[in-house]
């Protein structure tokens, strides 16, 4: 059965436009692993959502959303994001 994973993460005021490029380049990296079905950014709206933004990742098997994300390109990803985001 497919699976998915959400992400939320609250982005620096300053930094939503490199947030949005580095999520673009999750998902060209996520491409390239076995049974990458898609992903999705919903970016924050208005003043309410406080810059929460959310990533959706999916996949065709637990297996293969596992290899993704025990990857080391998404580790250094995860890197470059914590800068983004607010801790």
């Known amino acids: ?3 998915t994973v959400v992400i939320h993460e ?3 005021p300053a930094a939503m436009s490199e947030f ?4 673009y380049k999750l998902a060209t990296v996520a491409k390239r ?3 990458f079905m898609g ?4 970016k924050p709206s208005g003043k309410a959502s406080k810059g ?5 990742l999916k996949f065709a098997t637990y297996e293969q959303l596992h290899d993704f994300l025990a990857s080391e390109q ?3 990803w995860l ?3 914590r800068q983004l985001v607010e801790e």
């Open 10 to 12: 609250r982005v620096k």
């Open 33 to 35: 692993f076995r049974g």
């Open 1 to 3: 059965d497919p699976v």
């Open 52 to 56: 929460e933004a959310t990533v959706i």
């Open 79 to 81: 890197v470059r994001m």
């Open 39 to 42: 992903c999705s950014l919903i």
């Open 74 to 76: 998404r580790r250094r």
């Open 20 to 23: 949005v490029e580095h999520v």
